[in-house]
């Protein structure tokens, strides 16, 4: 987390997770607690919303694209949740940031579509950065690198603000035609 926000209130959540009384692992985070005024309250909420309900998609579609990438058309076995967790691990500081940017722009009663189009570039590049990193650890000669190129072309124009889903959940305005 940035200077700002490491300055503000701060919630630590932390236990055990447990498995028939056995300790399996201990968990904790710490979150930033953001005082948002009354009056724009009701507006801030349905935009975190707005965010929280981009990044699933984002990182939905990345899970999905370098499934595509590796494996094709074939099921795969295992567990691959290391992929969403190292999304949100990954996104979770911008997303504070972008938190904390939204209140001003809130209050002074400003277009917030700058500030979105900003969050949707940055689950992108994240998204692309891991996509390159899980899709390419294979050595080249099991891998198929047109089924990768041609995973990374869907990811990228289903990611960026082109995604009508996105500009749907996000409110955006459609995009001009050049």
Avoid at 78 to 97: C, L, M, P, Q, V
Wanted: hydrophobic share 35%; aromatic share 12%; proline share 4%.
């Amino acid at each position: 987390m940035d200077d700002v926000l490491q300055r503000s209130p701060q919630l630590w959540a932390f236990g055990y997770d447990f498995d028939k009384m056995k300790v399996r692992c201990w968990y904790e985070s710490i979150m930033p607690l953001f005082n948002v005024p009354e009056n724009i309250r009701s507006t801030y909420e349905s935009i975190v919303s707005q965010l929280i309900k981009t990044a699933e998609i984002i990182g939905d579609n990345t899970e999905r694209c370098i499934k595509q990438a590796l494996y094709g058309k074939n099921p795969i076995r295992g567990d691959i949740s290391f992929i969403d967790a190292s999304f949100w691990h990954d996104t979770e500081s911008k997303f504070y940031n972008v938190l904390n940017q939204l209140i001003p722009i809130l209050k002074n009663n400003l277009d917030a579509i700058d500030l979105k189009l900003q969050w949707v570039r940055s689950l992108s590049q994240v998204s692309e950065r891991l996509f390159d990193q899980y899709s390419q650890s294979m050595q080249f000669s099991v891998v198929d690198p047109e089924r990768i190129a041609l995973a990374r072309r869907d990811l990228r124009r289903y990611n960026y603000e082109g995604g009508k889903k996105i500009r749907d959940t996000l409110g955006l305005p459609e995009k001009s035609k050049k």
